[in-house]
């Protein structure tokens, strides 16, 4: 019954609102006369009489309670929608069976699908629960673009940045064309339920062919496939928007035109570079405010996330005002704010920026493919031209492979690292359609008389690819042997050497006097710290000219979690497991497990201890109690590592204790215990410390209370 | 300077090379120009002061270990670098064709070459103090001291697999076996 009553709402409730029969109840919309259903005339019953109540003259009694619908319906609508969605998505993520096979995304699809056909025959009129375009692309769409943006690996994309251009840019362009061309060919020779002029079936196939960032987030994420080839079709599909948008509307225009003179093209190409170009220039002008608005924000430290969210979705807003494209304003946005906004807001701040990130785009996600569904059923009813449908899957699939093999042949003389025969089928496969192409069919004008059928192969070119391709590319994935994402824990090994031979490859590019890319990169790091980050981050974070924060920072973290390993382990004589990946190459993993030379019991796995070995039980006791005194000193000076290393925590800390908050006098600490508290660390820091020894240095320091550096409490139970 | 450079190197030398290094006769002539314009003094070899007169070479933390290594792969004589030699040393950064094997370039040349950087006084082992002279020339100025010492501890405990203290090649290999060296280390010579 609840999901009745939450089907019957839209999200678009400010639809216009019909008029009652009985004329005395303004209610919005909702309420029309699709409310046949008996819940439904009970429901209108009690509103009714609550209402009349309320603004007539018979005197009434006290209320105990009364429904106020009216006033929390709208909102009550949507979050329920929400709800809703969750709720299915958390069933499918426990339904393990059914997500080994499906991707999560066309199991939304394939509920909005099933709710839409119990709507369908309840008779509600079904113009009422389509994804409205509007709503999809200012509210639902930007989250999801913005969090691809942020969480990009920016490397990997500026390694790969040739193919991407030309895979988004001629890759769509011609798929476009050729598809247009060959459905507008095939018109001839058999016709269509509807027909359509040159420029309608261009229309079509520009927004047809652009590969869907949506649906490839979607699908592909869950495969977890190696970073190469998912930013390169993750790439493509977020920034071929450049020239679908561009291409969209040039032949809606060109539609209305009588005749089409060359100058009109000589305006559509102008139009792509304004807005491919524009949209990045809004995306840079974004991020940059947001760098500096976080830098300045230490004092006011919650607006920090605010920021971080709000200027890069006016700038989305700002791009879609000005007709540039939206979607490369904020992912541009989403890129290149992230390293400097980073460096000036705390590693809390920068957690939460990440799960709220995460969690707005995931709602979204889920919102936008369980309305796909739900508004599937209303689209079908006209238009279901199977050849039509047929033809352009078809089309779809051919012009792509030929596309990416073409594209492909060129750029693998020309580039280092070469694509596969395996990469370019995962590339050809990965071309999934998804809701932008929905949401621009659905604003393709009704004056083109093809539009519902336009419309019906849109929305099954999206079942088709994300259905069947999403579920097949698991397998295929697999059968394949395509190199998997490494979710390895990153060593300090990694971290240097990985600087170390970009340095190395950099300076050999110097040499035979040739700009390679490790030059190019090392050039802009030149710029970057020189010029940029002096700008756009805070004053300690500004280096030289090597930024040795992200060293810093991975350091932090790999002392950190031995530090932590070390306290939560269980029995420190068993061997840990707590590393996931085998064959690590790290000895700290060898040396926590099986840590003494003493006789392990086979059978039960327990140890049979040396008494003088100081894993025996009367020495475990010892280190036990020195071991918590030490721990309690390591626990604080953990806290100034993390205050020197992260910026100035004692500032970022927000209280959320209100107790706490009423004996400072605010949330945040006066601006003198900010200033005294950084001038401290700052001290620390320059005083050099002594290395820790062996147990009795540890004890002769724990008993004379002076202060000792920080090091992985492993290496003293080693020794 | 295309023609003068073509005249001074034999064709035979250029085949000799060729077959040597898997460069082909275009990128060797081009080396060739670009050995002639780094050979300021024209003595026919190169020497230290001329590889780190580019200039971008010294704005790079580690251009003097680079330096220092071309020399000491080259060959026997540390001082001199011909180009034969030259061209040798820079096969290592050649791209691995998967499909044919090159003794002169795979995986583990090219990490010797890494290798060789680091190991300054070339007794085929890096040890504590070597690594943080490099880690201080590429990070110095922006740590402390006392957090150089502990990453340098750290990064040389999680490659020492023999816990001697410091880190040979083999050892070395073992902890960059997950890096795509073959990607990382490799440049596109221009024809």
């Known amino acids: 019954l609840l999901l009745l009553l939450v089907s019957f709402t839209f999200i678009h409730c400010d639809s216009t609102r019909s008029p009652r029969p009985s004329g005395q109840i303004d209610t919005p919309a909702f309420f029309d006369r699709a409310f046949v259903m008996r819940f439904g005339r009970s429901v209108e019953r009690v509103m009714r009489k609550a209402d009349n109540s309320n603004g007539s003259e018979t005197p009434t009694r006290v209320h105990v309670a009364e429904l106020k619908w009216n006033s929390t319906q709208d909102i009550l609508i949507i979050s329920l929608w929400l709800l809703l969605a969750c709720i299915a998505k958390l069933i499918f993520n426990r339904a393990e069976n059914l997500t080994k096979i499906f991707p999560e995304s066309s199991l939304l699809i394939a509920l909005g699908l099933g709710i839409g056909m119990l709507l369908e025959n309840s008779r509600v009129d079904k113009s009422r629960f389509t994804l409205d375009s509007h709503m999809f692309f200012l509210y639902l769409l930007p989250p999801i673009i913005f969090d691809a943006g942020y969480f990009m690996p920016n490397r990997a994309f500026f390694k790969n940045w040739d193919s991407i251009l030309l895979f988004s840019v001629v890759g769509t362009l011609f798929n476009a064309l050729a598809i247009g061309f060959s459905l507008y060919g095939l018109q001839q020779l058999f016709s269509f339920t509807r027909s359509f002029t040159t420029f309608e079936i261009l229309l079509f196939s520009s927004l047809i062919s652009a590969v869907d960032p949506v649906a490839v987030i979607a699908v592909f994420e869950e495969i977890n496939i190696n970073d190469f080839i998912f930013v390169n079709v993750f790439g493509e599909a977020l920034f071929n928007d450049g020239v679908t948008v561009v291409l969209y509307e040039l032949f809606k225009q060109f539609m209305v035109l009588d005749e089409v003179l060359p100058i009109d093209f000589a305006a559509g190409t102008a139009a792509f570079f304004l807005v491919a170009i524009g949209g990045l220039i809004v995306g840079l002008l974004a991020a940059m405010f947001t760098a500096i608005l976080t830098k300045y924000s230490d004092h006011a430290v919650i607006l920090a996330p605010l920021f971080i969210f709000l200027v890069p979705y006016m700038g989305y807003l700002i791009a879609e005002t000005l007709s540039l ?135 099954a070119v999206i079942f088709f690819t994300v259905f069947l391709q999403g579920s097949t590319i698991r397998p295929l994935v697999n059968l394949l042997k395509v190199e998997r994402k490494e979710i390895s824990e990153p060593t300090m090994t990694e971290t240097i050497y990985g600087k170390y031979l970009d340095y190395m490859i950099s300076g050999v590019e110097d040499i035979i006097g040739q700009k390679g890319h490790a030059s190019l990169v090392h050039d802009f790091e030149r710029l970057n710290h020189k010029v940029i980050n002096p700008i756009l981050m805070r004053e300690h974070a500004k280096t030289e000219h090597f930024d040795a924060t992200k060293i810093v920072r991975a350091y932090a973290k790999i002392i950190l979690r031995d530090a932590m390993e070390t306290t939560t382990e269980g029995t420190i004589g068993r061997r840990t497991t707590m590393r996931k990946e085998d064959g690590d190459t790290s000895s700290i993993a060898r040396k926590r497990g099986g840590r003494c030379s003493c006789e392990t019991d086979q059978s039960d796995d327990s140890v049979d201890h040396n008494p003088r070995c100081p894993l025996s039980e009367a020495n475990l006791e010892q280190l036990y109690a020195i071991f918590s005194k030490m721990f309690d000193e390591k626990l604080d000076q953990i806290k100034e590592l993390k205050k020197i290393e992260e910026s100035d925590d004692e500032s970022d800390e927000i209280c959320d204790d209100y107790m706490k908050q009423a004996r400072r006098g605010s949330i945040m600490p006066v601006a003198d215990d900010v200033a005294a508290a950084r001038r401290e660390t700052r001290l620390r820091q320059v005083r050099p410390s002594p290395l820790v020894h062996p147990i009795e240095e540890e004890r002769a320091r724990v008993n004379s209370r002076s202060k000792s550096t920080i090091n992985p409490p492993t290496k003293f139970i080693h020794q | 300077m295309g023609n003068s450079s073509s005249l001074m190197l034999r064709d035979e030398e250029i085949e000799q090379i060729s077959g040597e290094t898997e460069f082909n006769r275009n990128q060797i002539v081009r080396l060739y120009s670009r050995f002639l314009s780094l050979d300021k003094k024209g003595q026919g070899f190169l020497e230290r002061e001329d590889l780190m007169n580019v200039p971008e070479l010294a704005v790079n933390p580690l251009g003097d270990r680079i330096v220092d290594a071309f020399f000491t792969l080259a060959g026997k004589d540390d001082k001199h670098l011909n180009f034969r030699q030259f061209v040798q040393v820079l096969a290592y950064f050649q791209p691995i064709d998967k499909t044919k094997r090159n003794e002169n370039n795979d995986r583990s040349k090219k990490l010797k070459f890494a290798f060789m950087m680091y190991d300054l006084n070339r007794n085929g082992y890096i040890t504590r103090e070597e690594f943080k002279v490099i880690l201080n020339s590429m990070v110095g100025a922006n740590i402390t001291a006392d957090q150089l010492d502990k990453i340098a501890d750290r990064t040389i405990e999680e490659a020492d697999a023999d816990q001697d203290g410091k880190i040979s090649f083999e050892e070395f290999c073992k902890a960059m076996e997950k890096t795509d060296i073959e990607d990382k280390m490799s440049i596109r010579f221009l024809n």
């Open chain 1, 325 to 459: 494209s939206p979607i490369i304003a904020i992912a541009v946005c989403g890129m290149v704010m992230k390293q400097y906004v980073k460096g000036n807001v705390s590693a809390t701040a920068a957690n939460s920026v990440k799960y709220f990130t995460k969690m707005l785009s995931s709602s979204s996600e889920t919102v936008i493919f369980m309305f796909l569904g739900l508004s599937t059923v209303s689209t079908f009813q006209s238009g279901w031209d199977p050849l039509f449908i047929i033809a352009t899957i078809i089309f779809c699939i051919v012009f792509r492979t030929i596309g990416v093999i073409l594209q492909c042949l060129f750029l693998n003389k020309c580039r280092g690292k070469k694509f596969s025969m395996v990469d370019q089928f995962i590339l050809c496969y990965g071309g999934l359609r998804g809701a932008i192409a929905f949401g621009l069919a659905h604003s393709i004008p009704s004056s083109v008389s093809a539009k519902d059928m336009f419309l019906t192969s849109t929305i």
